[in-house]
Nanobody
Framework: VQLVESGGAEVQSGGSLRLSCSVS????????IAWFRQAPGKEREAVSC????????YYGNSVKGRFITSSDKATNTIYLEMDSLKPEDTATYYC???????????????????WGRGTPVTVSP
């Protein structure tokens, strides 16, 4: 399984950014892709999760209403659309694969079996 993130950049507060996660090596729909983030000096935080089978999405409380995650089954790409970005959104963003239900994945990263290397996002004031 390989997960490759892209799209990280520096943006100003209030701006928008779209991250992509290219997934390979998973041959069925029985997996879910989550986005996590880790800011310097802080613990990794679950951001969102999307069920690849039907596109149902789940979000962490800190990003609800601002971020949208979606799944493109044709290209095996997962997107994270981030709007109304704040300086506290600054972090390295990772995508992760799991066979567990998204609600489980958002509750514990121990449900993750494969991680990408991350893409950095910086939101300036």
């Amino acid at each position: 399984v390989q997960l490759v993130e892209s799209g990280g950049a520096e943006v100003q507060s209030g701006g928008s950014l779209r991250l992509s996660c290219s997934v390979s090596g998973l041959d069925s729909d029985d997996w879910n892709i989550a986005w996590f983030r880790q800011a310097p000096g802080k613990e990794r935080e679950a951001v969102s999760c999307v069920a690849h089978s039907d596109g149902t999405a789940y979000y962490g409380n800190s990003v609800k209403g601002r971020f949208i995650t979606s799944s493109d089954k044709a290209t095996n790409t997962i997107y994270l659309e981030m709007d109304s970005l704040k300086p506290e959104d600054t972090a390295t963003y990772y995508c992760a694969a799991s066979p567990s239900h998204c609600e489980v994945v958002l509750a514990t990263e121990r449900a993750v079996f494969s991680w990408g290397r991350g893409t950095p996002v910086t939101v300036s004031p």
